[in-house]
């Protein structure tokens, strides 16, 4: 995944981008404790941040989020990922979501 790119938060979006990071990383097959050290949380507060994420998107689970987010086009379509995480974490459009 380090290579991957990571998709660029849409504006209106309403996650923020630390779920938006969370929902990213499952979609890529990841694990709660694997994202938690990608994005440099612990895995309980990545289980928050799913949790609220499935609940403003009304998503029965993480695979439905997931399909919403690309759906919605909260991520952009496979192959056209602008931002990796660390640089999703930087831009400063998000600071305060």
Not at 24 to 53: P, Q
């Amino acid at each position: 995944m380090s290579d991957s790119k990571s998709p660029k938060p849409r504006l209106g979006s309403p996650l923020t981008s630390r779920e938006i990071q969370v929902l990213w990383c499952k979609a890529h097959g990841l694990t709660y404790g694997d994202t938690g050290k990608r994005v440099g949380i612990s895995d309980l507060t990545v289980k928050s941040h799913m949790a609220r994420a499935l609940a403003r998107l009304g998503a029965h689970d993480a695979a439905h989020a997931v399909a919403l987010c690309f759906r919605k086009s909260v991520f952009p379509p496979p192959g056209r990922f602008v931002l990796t995480l660390d640089e999703m974490a930087r831009d400063p459009r998000r600071r305060g979501a």
